[in-house]
C-alpha cells in the first residue's frame, strides 16, 4: 500500500520559512516522482513543485520559483519542500503525491500531471 505522510506545516508570519517533509512508504521510491501541491480555502488544488525521485530533475510553479526548493533524501524516502520568504498567498493544505512523472514545463510554467497516490495534507498558514 503506497502510503505519503506530510509533516512540517504551521503558522508564519509573512517573510518567514517553513520546510515540509514527504516521507514514503509502500512504493519503489526511487521509480516514482513526488510532488508537492496546495489548495487554498475556495480555490483548486495547485501544483508547486515536483522532483523526480530517479534523476532528481525539478519543476517549480513560477510564483514560487526562487523562493521555495524541493529535494529528497533517497535512504529515508523523504521529499522536502523548503518554503522561504513565505507570503499571505501561500497559505494553503499543502499536499505531497506520488507518481511515474512530475508533469511539463512549458512557457515558464509546470503543469503537473494526473497524481494518483496522495497524503493527508499538511496546513500552512501564513499572516500578513
Known amino acids: 500500500e503506497v502510503k505519503l505522510v506530510e509533516a512540517g506545516g504551521g503558522s508564519v508570519q509573512a517573510g518567514g520559512s517553513l520546510r515540509l517533509s514527504c516521507t514514503a512508504s509502500g512504493f519503489a521510491f526511487g521509480d516514482d516522482s513526488i510532488g508537492w501541491f496546495r489548495q487554498a480555502p475556495g480555490q483548486e488544488r495547485e501544483g508547486v513543485a515536483c522532483?523526480?525521485?530517479?534523476?532528481?530533475?525539478?519543476y517549480y510553479r513560477r510564483v514560487v520559483k526562487g523562493r521555495f526548493t524541493i529535494s529528497k533524501d533517497n535512504a529515508k524516502k523523504t521529499v522536502y519542500l523548503q518554503m522561504n520568504g513565505l507570503e499571505p498567498e501561500d497559505t494553503g493544505v499543502y499536499y505531497c503525491a506520488a507518481d511515474r512523472r512530475c508533469g511539463v514545463f512549458y512557457a515558464d510554467e509546470y503543469y503537473p500531471t494526473d497524481f494518483g497516490s496522495w497524503g493527508q495534507g499538511t496546513r500552512v498558514t501564513v499572516s500578513s
Open positions: 522532483i523526480q525521485t530517479d534523476e532528481g530533475g525539478t
